[in-house]
């Protein structure tokens, strides 16, 4: 097994002024490629912190992954302590310097002052161009360990480990051939999936994991093959597949690590559909899933959101009797304003949700969590009552989903 | 210094499956009340790395903070690695057993076979009343070090922090009263307002710290005083925001901690003003913006979402020619936009967006972030181009705090 430690660098994690993304995407990259994460730590920004765990992680991993620590600033001694820590010194690298005066120039600047130290590495580091950044990647061997150090900023490390550390580690630790095959589901709570699916569990072979990784709404779950041959586990996991999804078709939305708005996103696009949206309880969040999706624009024309009922009455011609002899939140309300939405925006589908997300609003007959949701084609308006719980966000976000879910089924 | 070490125990979060927002949580909740998180851990289930890092952490902190590993399941041995530590062994703990049939009882459920095990406590624990599940949390003093195991559940872990061990810690190490200030600010950056008010924070007082606290599109100033009077406290830290305010005051929309849809929700609210956005580019984003505030259903009335032009001309009846003459992104067509949202949906003012959010649209004129914003009254409307970068979701994000700080000003 090989062993990685993860060490951030930096006051703001430590005193909890910023979230810490890094640490969890890249164990759970890591863990794709077979290296296991066996200590992740945050230190302050001083020396003897920064030795302390240096000296502690050479002990326990094979590999020792840092970021932050790399800015301009006099707060920034991560490279220093790495000298330090290697007994070396800081200087100029030439390379660095020239992709540093490359990424100051395209921006129509020069590098002065204290940026020219951006282009300072010890001098046992392997340089690693940062293309989305002025501090560079930095790759160390000694003592038997790997030492890799990367900037803090979440998009600049990613792009340093996809690029380079990720094929880089791969080729050194010769991992083995291990291939992942994700599986989205929804609609399927983890212990329910989990016992429907428990048979085709067992019977996996030795040499394939499965893993639950659930979400709001939502169960991933992933299966890792570990072998010599790429073929072979191509072969293998398929059959798997092939096995798991009479037993779960009914859920299983993506064969993909994708969200449940770009897996619908794609099959209006491959049906040529058109889809508009009215939305009371949530607001809108439902047509951001949508547009949120580059290319949106395609498939998805626009929505009402009749928050207020004169909206639903004047925008959407919901019929005032229909509000004031079932409410808002009625399947009488909600069958019009899909259709109408339908109509008035003349897409070929409408999306509609009315419901009590809370805290305030309910009532004995309609509690907090009380949400009606509709699809409406030219052929058929379908509509599901949902019965959630008492919080506002996981309402708004679970209506969303549900609603999805519901296309996804009524385009199959 | 009271010095503070978090750890957290779990394969889960090591492995990267799930993602820790526990120790951000804890340790900015420490630095409110003085005391320094110097070291943030996580460790994998095994005997072996929870008996590693308890030894470290008691060399190096005060107060040690466990959270994970309290379940009832055989992964979970933070309480017998807790007793080995401390050569001690788990028991019954009579009080911990009632509450515990209590919280079954209250579910209509009796306490069997595994979830006995919760009630069971190392001898030397000082027990702490879980309110909302099954895992107590613990308080143990030993070799000149306080230990607290928490459950990893954050609601769970939060609750016990907020009622139970925040006050004990303060009592404990009888930490000096401190005060803290928040003050929001927006539509300045980092830099610029740290240049703009260094003089006033030169001559801050000694006892007063200032933190800057960044995020996307909003920048959070916060003021600690340290001192033995509260009285004392809040008179000079009233003081200095006096002082600060003719500096700052068009940046700043809150002295507390509070979003800017929340800040601006309360102003409509104040001056019974309601509010309908017309969505191009934020795709609904805005209106989520407003609609997950809870009450916002007395000032939001509604939108219309015009991803495509047909829903620009059919429902907010933007002139076709506009649209030929200027294009979707222009100043012609955002005025239109916002001038008749607010008049179809009869609201007092009406906001409109309409951009290129990207990755694709860019032009050489109108690149990728180039975004046209409105805010619409009966007397004026105001519009603003933004000129953002060139990833979706941000200039997505952006442009809505961009529409909510127009709002609070033409609002003042």
Redesign the interface.
């Known amino acids: 097994m090989i062993k990685a430690e993860i060490i951030t660098i930096g006051d703001e994690?430590?005193?909890?002024?910023?979230?810490?993304?890094n640490?969890?995407?890249?164990?759970?990259?890591?863990?794709k490629i077979g290296i296991?994460?066996?200590?992740?730590?945050?230190?302050?920004d001083t020396e003897e912190?920064i030795l302390g765990?240096f000296t502690?992680a050479t002990s326990r991993a094979d590999v020792v992954l840092v970021t932050g620590g790399l800015g301009p600033t006099k707060d920034d001694i991560t490279k220093k302590t790495f000298c330090k820590f290697f007994g070396t010194e800081l200087a100029i690298h030439e390379q660095a310097m020239a992709d540093l005066k490359a990424f100051f120039l395209k921006r129509g600047r020069e590098v002065t002052g204290l940026n020219k130290g951006q282009a300072e590495l010890p001098l046992n580091a392997t340089y690693i161009h940062n293309k989305l950044g002025t501090a560079p990647g930095m790759w160390f061997e000694a003592n038997g360990v790997i030492y890799i150090s990367m900037p803090g900023v979440p998009y600049e490390m990613k792009g340093l480990m996809t690029d380079a550390i990720l094929p880089k580690l791969k080729e050194h630790f010769k991992t083995p051939t291990i291939l992942h095959q994700i599986i989205r589901t929804v609609g399927i709570g983890e212990s329910i999936l989990a016992e429907k699916i428990s048979d085709w569990e067992d019977a996996l072979p030795e040499n394939i994991k499965l893993?639950y990784?659930p979400s709001m709404g939502s169960v991933k779950l992933r299966l890792t093959g570990f072998g010599d041959s790429l073929e072979v586990l191509q072969a293998q996991i398929a059959s798997e597949v092939a096995k798991l999804l009479p037993i779960a078709e009914e859920y299983i939305y993506a064969l993909e690590d994708i969200e449940l708005e770009v897996a619908v996103g794609r099959i209006l696009k491959d049906k040529k559909l058109?889809v508009?949206?009215a939305?009371s309880c949530?607001?809108?969040?439902?047509?951001?899933q949508?547009?949120?999706v580059?290319?949106?624009?395609s498939y998805?024309?626009?929505?009402?959101?009749?928050?207020?009922n004169?909206?639903k009455i004047?925008?959407l011609e919901v019929l005032p009797a229909t509000l004031a002899q079932f409410g808002a939140v009625s399947e009488e309300t909600i069958i019009q304003m899909a259709e109408n939405v339908r109509k008035?925006?003349?897409t070929d589908i409408g999306l509609a949700t009315s419901g009590i997300a809370?805290?305030?609003g309910g009532t004995p007959e309609k509690p907090v969590g009380t949400i009606w949701i509709a699809v409406s084609t030219k052929e058929q308006t379908i509509t599901q009552k949902l019965q959630l719980g008492g919080f506002?966000?996981q309402n708004?976000h679970l209506t969303s989903i549900n609603i999805l879910n519901l296309l996804r089924k009524v385009l199959k």
């Open positions: 994690i430590l005193y909890g002024q910023i979230t810490d993304t640490t969890q995407w890249i164990s759970a990259e890591l863990d296991k994460t066996v200590r992740k730590s945050s230190v302050g912190a765990i502690e893993a990784l058109t508009s949206t939305e949530t607001g809108g969040y439902l047509a951001h949508f547009t949120k580059a290319g949106s624009s998805f024309w626009g929505s009402i959101i009749s928050y207020d004169s909206v004047n925008q008035k925006l003349g809370g805290p305030d506002r966000e708004i």
